[in-house]
C-alpha cells in the first residue's frame, strides 16, 4: 500500500511530506522532482507569491546512495516567504527575540467559497489564519513531490502522464475535440497555458486579463492522460477498490476541483450508448492486442484498466480570493464587511493540472503495486514480466484455436 502524508502552513517554515510503501532499488531523480515543483509554479495568471517562492525539495530520510532503501520517504520544502511572516506565524507561546516580518491582525472576515467559515466553526477557531494557513493550495507542493517519486516508479516500467487545459472560464476546446497524448506531451513547458489550440489559448490568456482588472477570477478544466497502464489494475468486486471512483476522489481532493470526468464524463448521459461503449475489435495485427476505435470509457471500464489510456479531467472553481471582494461577516461582531483579501490567483488551472498529474500518479502507482507488488523494483519487474507472459499465452492459445487445421 502506498501512502503518503503532509503537513505545514502556506506562511510556516516548511511543508513536510512523508511517503510509506515505496518499494526499495528505485533510483530517485532529484532534478525531475524538483522540475516537477517548478512546473506548479507556473502558468499564466499566478500571483506575486510565485516571484518569491522557488521551491527545492530535500529528501531527508529513505533514500540512500540514489535509491530508495524501502524506508517510509521524507522530505521538506521550505518556504522562502517565512521571513516575512515570522512575527505572524511563529510556534512558541511568545513571540521570539529577533522574529522578522509584520505581526499582523486576527482574520475574522470570512472568505465566501474558501474554507475560513467551515474551518472556523468546525476547530473553534477566532482567528481564521488558523484554518486558511493550512486549507490554502500551498499545500500541493508536497503533494507534488510526492507524485513525482510516484511518477517515477510508474516511468520505471514504461507508464508516461501528461495534462492540458481544455477550459478557461467559458472558453474551451470543443467537445468533438480529442486531444492526443502526444499532442498533450508535445506542448512546451513554457506555453502559458498549456492548451493545444494556439488561438484559444489566447483568448483565455485575454479572459484572465479582463478578470484581473475587474479584480475577479476564473477556472476552469484540465485533463490528465496516462499511457502504459497494463490492464487489470483496480477491481470491480468492491465499491472501494474500483479505480475509477480512486482517481474521482484524488482529483476531488484538489484545491477548488469541484466536478470529475472520467473519458467523455458527463457527456454518457446526454448520448445513446451506441455513441458511448467503446467497440472492441479483433486485433489489428496478427500479434498486437484486441483492438478499440475509441476510448470514451477513458481506459477505464467497472473500475479496472482496459489498456488504453486513462483520461480523467478536473472541473476548477475560481479561486476563492477577489481583489474586489465579495459580501462577508465580521466574526467578531457579525455586521456586514468585505470578505478578507490574502494574496492569491487570478487563475491557477495550470497549476491545477501539474497537481492533478501528481495525484493520479499516485492512484496508479498505489494500483500498480497493489496488482504487481514487491519488496523491491527487481519483485515487481518479476511479476509483471509474468503477467504480461500469462496474458499473451492467453491470446496465443485463442489465435491457435482460431486458426484453419491444416
Known sequence: MLRFLTAGESHGQTLVMTLDGMPAGLEIDIDALNAQLRRRQGGYGRGRRMQIESDRADIMAGVRHGRTTGAPIALLIRNRDWVNWQQTMYVESEMPEG??????????????????????????????????????????????????????????????????????????????????FDDAQALSEDSPLRCVDESLQQRMIAAIDAAKEAGDTLGGAFEVIARGLPPGLGSYVQWDRKLDGRLAQAMMCIHAIKAVGIGIGPDVAFRPGSQVHDEILPPARGDGPLARPSNNAGGLEGGVTNGEDVRVTGFMKPI?????????????????APAAIERSDV???????????????????????????GDSIDEIAQHLAATNAAVERRFTAARSSASPAR
Open 99 to 180: 522574529a522578522t516580518g509584520a505581526n499582523r491582525p486576527d482574520v475574522t472576515r470570512p472568505r465566501p467559497g474558501h474554507a475560513d467559515l467551515a474551518g472556523a466553526i468546525k476547530y473553534g477557531h477566532t482567528d481564521v489564519r488558523d484554518v486558511l494557513e493550512r486549507a490554502s493550495a500551498r499545500e500541493t507542493a508536497a503533494r507534488v513531490a510526492a507524485g513525482s517519486l510516484a511518477r517515477q516508479l510508474l516511468g520505471r516500467f514504461g507508464v508516461r502522464i501528461t495534462s492540458h487545459v481544455s477550459a478557461i472560464g467559458g472558453i474551451a476546446l470543443p467537445e468533438s475535440r480529442e486531444v492526443s
Open 320 to 336: 476563492a480570493t477577489l481583489m474586489k471582494p465579495l459580501r462577508s461577516v465580521d466574526l467578531t461582531t457579525l455586521q456586514d
Open 347 to 373: 487563475c491557477a488551472v495550470p497549476a491545477a493540472a501539474v497537481v492533478g498529474e501528481a495525484m493520479v500518479a499516485f492512484v496508479l502507482a498505489d494500483a500498480f503495486l497493489e496488482k504487481l507488488g
